[in-house]
Antibody
C-alpha cells in the first residue's frame, strides 16, 4: 500500500527554521512528482510547493517563495521542506502528497500523508 | 496567485443532486484540463474525487462527476447521501507552473 508519513513539525518561534520530512513507501518513488499542501487551523487548503521526479521542475507559492525550499532524495524515498524565517501565518498542518499521474507534474494528488502540525509562536 | 472562487456552503436533501462551482481565470481553470476536486472531513487528509476535469479515480462513486465551461469548473453529486457531507475543494494547475486551490465549500446534507 502507498504510504506517506510526514515528520518534523512542532512549536517554533517566529523567525526560526524547521525542516519537514515525508517518507514514502509502497510505490516507485523516483517516478512521481510530489507536493506540499498546508491548512491553517479552521481554514482551507493552500498549495505550498511541488517538485518533479528528478527535481528538475520546482515551484513555490508566492507566500513562501524565498523562505521555503523543497527537495527530494530518491535514494531515501523522501521529500523535504526546509522552512526558514517562519511567520505566525505559517502555522498550519502540512501535508505531503503524490501526484496521480507519474508522467505529469500535477493532475491531482491521489495519496496524502496524515499531516504534521507546525505552530509558529513566541 | 488568487484562490479559485467557490461558494462557502451548499446544501441538499438525501437523494437530490447538488453542484459546486469553481471559478478561476484563463490562466488556470480556463487554460488547462488539470482541474481536480477533493473531499475532506474535519481533521482528516483530503481525498481525490475528480481529476482532469471529469475523471474519477478508481473507487470513487459514479455519483460524483466533474465538468468545465470556460473559466468555471463544476462538481456535481447526484443521489446525495449523508456520508457526502464534508468540505470540498477544487484545484487547478496554473500558467505560472504552480497549483491553486479554491477556498472550499461546506456541503450539508439536510
Amino acid at each position: 500500500d502507498v504510504q506517506l508519513v510526514e515528520s518534523g513539525g512542532g512549536l517554533v518561534q517566529p523567525g526560526r527554521s524547521l525542516r519537514l520530512s515525508c517518507a514514502a513507501s509502497g510505490f516507485t518513488f523516483d517516478e512521481y512528482a510530489m507536493h506540499w499542501v498546508r491548512q491553517a487551523p479552521g481554514k482551507g487548503l493552500e498549495w505550498v510547493s511541488g517538485i518533479s521526479w528528478n527535481s528538475g521542475s520546482l515551484s513555490y507559492a508566492d507566500s513562501v517563495k524565498g523562505r521555503f525550499t523543497m527537495s527530494r532524495d530518491n535514494a531515501r524515498d523522501s521529500v523535504y521542506l526546509q522552512m526558514n524565517s517562519l511567520r505566525k501565518e505559517d502555522t498550519a498542518v502540512y501535508y505531503c502528497a503524490r501526484v496521480r499521474d507519474s508522467s505529469l507534474w500535477y493532475d491531482g494528488l491521489d495519496y496524502w500523508g496524515q499531516g504534521t502540525l507546525v505552530t509558529v509562536s513566541s | 496567485q488568487s484562490a479559485l472562487t467557490q461558494p462557502a456552503s451548499v446544501s441538499g436533501s438525501p437523494g437530490q443532486s447538488i453542484t459546486i462551482s469553481c471559478t478561476g481565470t484563463s490562466g488556470d481553470v480556463g487554460g488547462y484540463n488539470y482541474v481536480s476536486w477533493y473531499k475532506q472531513h474535519p481533521g482528516k487528509a483530503p481525498k481525490l474525487m475528480i481529476y482532469a476535469v471529469g475523471d474519477r479515480p478508481s473507487g470513487v462513486s459514479n455519483r460524483f462527476s466533474g465538468s468545465k465551461s470556460g473559466n468555471t469548473a463544476s462538481l456535481t453529486i447526484s443521489g446525495l447521501r449523508a456520508e457526502d457531507e464534508a468540505d470540498y475543494y477544487c484545484s487547478s494547475y496554473t500558467r505560472f507552473s504552480t497549483v491553486v486551490f479554491g477556498g472550499g465549500t461546506k456541503l450539508t446534507v439536510l
